[in-house]
């Protein structure tokens, strides 16, 4: 089972956020390739009062043909629709998802008071045209019309595990879902094609991330993205074989759709945990490192005696080969290429110095700034309980270049005591 909770550091954490850090947050560097200059709160789009407080999310998508951004709302079992180009709330696609689940510990009342991240959904969102694929509990997997919001005939199926589907990815080039069960022990993915006439869904090879098959994930499986320039598949692998021997080792592998599934490339990274996963220009990946590691290579705790080490890590996606170790930020779930500013964006709810986005200049492979975000502390004794949220989520619109990072309910952020999605962006000016 994965330990992904025990290895980032109080994420269910309570932090303040100093209002005045809303408007003048630190640039950090100056690079050669940066436009757009600082980015700063542009605004906050509030989670309608007829829906239930935002706390319980997942992952975000923007879809760059219609401009509508997406969230996976375990709080009201849906998925919300925001529109980019008015920053405003459309509506909440109803897919008879599972919302969040809690754990069933007898120590507790029935129901239990902890979340259960591994049975809760949706959790991934991609859009392809006018179908909306989800992930869900029980390794549930959907195909929605988004003209009509409903789920297709054969459009809902499993990819056979037991607990949920995590994050996917989606090829256009064949019509390939990568699935993702991050939770299952070992974790697995699954090749689903897709009808791109009807939004049927067919599963089909499944892949298994073990030492037999030469890809021993010992902590789950993170968020994998299809690259056009290869036609593969790339998933980021926060851990193999273990924590211990000769330090950290994570991994991105290489998946070619169109031979069954095979594990072509084995990428191995150290001191970091592989979550986000973008590619950006050149056949770069980025990769969002979850974990901070300190100055002795160990993972790294606000008590540790050595100094924290957060980076995140530019990956060569042809040869596997380390571009750079980008230092400042990490404790990152999502991250996002943005094409219409040239940036890299990370939702590190871990980082730190507490929960921020990163902003790296793709260009010059240099962080030039940190954006505070919030994260919200449960409350297990309430009835029913009410559990933690994390600024764990992002995506950007290359259009307006603005960046749409869901914040679970606060009193920190304007308009954002029901939850909200808020927007930043740059004026355009390197000097504001």
């Not at 050669?32 to 709160?41: D, E, I, N």
């Not at 094609?193 to 089909?204: E, H, K, N, Q, Y």
Request: aromatic residues 6%; charged residues 15%; hydrophobic residues 40%.
């Amino acid at each position: 089972m994965v330990r992904k909770c025990l290895l980032t550091p109080s994420l269910l954490l309570v932090v303040i956020v100093p209002l005045v850090l809303l408007a003048a947050e630190t640039a950090l560097a100056e690079g050669p390739g940066r436009s757009g200059g600082a980015v700063r709160l542009l605004t906050t789009i509030p989670i309608p009062a007829n829906l239930k407080p935002l706390i319980a999310f997942d992952i975000s998508w923007l879809d760059p043909e219609s401009q509508l951004y997406y969230l996976g709302d375990r709080s009201n079992a849906s998925v919300d629709v925001v529109d980019a180009r008015t920053n405003a709330f459309v509506k909440a696609i109803k897919g008879n998802f599972a919302g969040v689940a809690f754990k069933n510990n007898p120590s507790n009342p029935p129901g239990g008071k902890v979340a259960d991240n591994d049975r809760s959904g949706p959790n991934g969102v991609v859009v392809a045209g006018h179908w909306l694929f989800v992930t869900d509990a029980n390794s549930r997997v959907v195909s929605i019309d988004l003209r009509s919001d409903q789920v297709v005939a054969g459009g809902d199926v499993s990819t056979g595990g037991v607990l949920r589907a995590d994050e996917l990815a989606y090829d256009p080039r064949d019509g390939i879902l990568l699935v993702v069960n991050n939770a299952d022990d070992p974790p697995f993915a699954t090749l689903i094609a897709v009808d791109r006439s009807t939004g049927r869904l067919t599963p089909g090879k499944t892949i298994t991330l073990n030492k037999a098959n030469g890809v021993d994930a010992t902590n789950g499986a993170e968020q994998p993205v299809w690259d056009p320039g290869t036609g593969k598949f790339y998933l980021s692998i926060p851990e193999l074989g273990g924590p211990g021997g000769s330090g950290p080792v994570g991994a991105v592998v290489r998946i070619d759709p169109r031979s069954q599934g095979a594990v072509e490339k084995v990428f191995l990274v150290n001191n970091c945990q592989p979550a986000g996963l973008t590619l950006g220009p050149r056949q770069d990946l980025l990769l969002g490192c979850s974990q901070t590691f300190d100055t002795a290579g160990q993972a790294w705790t606000a008590g540790d005696k050595n100094s924290a080490v957060p980076i995140s890590v530019i990956m060569d996606a042809t040869t596997g080969r380390i571009d750079k170790n980008v230092l400042g930020v990490s404790g990152s779930d999502e991250v996002w290429f943005n094409r219409g500013d040239g940036r890299y964006y990370l939702a590190a709810r871990a980082n730190p110095t507490g929960p921020v986005f990163g902003v790296i200049d793709a260009e010059s492979q240099t962080l030039v700034q940190l954006v505070p975000t919030a994260n919200a502390a449960g409350k297990p004794t309430a009835n029913p309980p009410v559990p933690a949220g994390t600024a764990h989520s992002l995506a950007a619109d290359p259009h307006s270049n603005h960046v749409f990072v869901p914040l679970p309910a606060n009193n920190v952020f304007p308009d954002c005591l029901n939850g909200c999605i808020a927007v930043y962006g740059a004026s355009g000016r390197d000097d504001d």
